[in-house]
């Protein structure tokens, strides 16, 4: 199970990357793998402002659908041009080619309440 120290996580199992006031979202590995070969991703927050918890889309997989929720407070930048036509890359890369959203931060105070890697991996059970 890969949970890069660098980044941090949700309960819900999303991922977030901080560089500079931009946040990089997607799901965790330990997400991909428990919804099996994910087949689309609807994300039509492009534009928006949302709260920390809030849905900025779904994912769709073979076994189910699950909603995606912000890490933090932010403004919906840009997503993945790649996943709509390759929605798998977030099976094959969920760290790398299979991230999700870009945000523009509302409040970067709010990555310190998020868990780091350990506490992740404590949670899934890692």
């Known amino acids: 199970m890969n949970v890069p120290n660098e980044l941090k ?3 819900d199992h999303e991922w977030i990357k901080i ?3 931009t946040g990089i979202i ?3 590995d330990y997400a991909q793998g428990e919804l099996g070969d994910i087949v689309f991703l609807e994300i039509e ?4 402002k949302l709260k920390k918890e809030e849905i900025f889309g779904t994912v ?3 076994k189910t659908v699950s909603d995606l929720f ?3 407070s932010g403004e919906v930048i840009e997503k993945n041009p ?3 036509a390759q929605p798998e890359l977030v099976n094959k890369d969920p760290f790398g080619k299979g991230w999700l959203i870009k945000i523009n931060l509302s409040d ?3 990555v310190n309440q998020l868990l780091d890697a350990d506490a992740y991996k404590a949670l899934i059970g890692a």
């Open 108 to 110: 970067v105070s709010e």
């Open 9 to 11: 996580y949700t309960k």
């Open 60 to 62: 769709e997989a073979v």
């Open 45 to 48: 927050t492009i534009g928006q």
């Open 82 to 84: 790649e996943l709509d």
């Open 19 to 21: 560089e500079g006031n």
């Open 26 to 28: 997607g799901i965790t």
């Open 70 to 72: 912000m890490p933090v």
